[in-house]
């Protein structure tokens, strides 16, 4: 089962809209989501910051940068998710 993780805060509308966007992949490609709250970190903050919400696939550098919409999910996920 891949990874999917999402970059998000506390409070993040946006981090709220893109996992509503990525949650019909999951069960349909057989992901596990991963959320990732970046003020844990300050590396993290420093990366995603201003970026956040962002979607990355495990163990590879793919990421899908905010804003985003279904469609562009939907071919980030088939690109980089082989089912």
């Given at each position: 089962?891949?990874?999917?993780?999402?970059?998000?805060?506390?409070?993040?509308?946006?981090?709220?809209?893109?996992?509503?966007?990525?949650?019909?992949?999951?069960?349909?490609?057989?992901?596990?989501?991963?959320?990732?709250?970046?003020?844990?970190?300050?590396?993290?903050?420093?990366?995603?910051?201003?970026?956040?919400?962002?979607?990355?696939?495990a163990?590879?550098?793919?990421?899908?940068?905010?804003?985003?919409?279904?469609?562009?999910l939907?071919?980030?996920?088939?690109?980089?998710?082989?089912?």
């Amino acid at each position: 089962m891949k990874q999917i993780i999402l970059y998000t805060t506390s409070g993040c509308h946006l981090c709220e809209q893109a996992r509503a966007l990525v949650e019909p992949h999951l069960a349909s490609r057989r992901l596990w989501l991963k959320e990732v709250e970046i003020a844990d970190s300050d590396d993290l903050i420093e990366r995603y910051g201003v970026r956040i919400p962002v979607i990355a696939v495990a163990n590879s550098n793919a990421e899908l940068n905010w804003p985003f919409d279904s469609q562009e999910l939907e071919e980030f996920v088939r690109r980089q998710v082989q089912t």
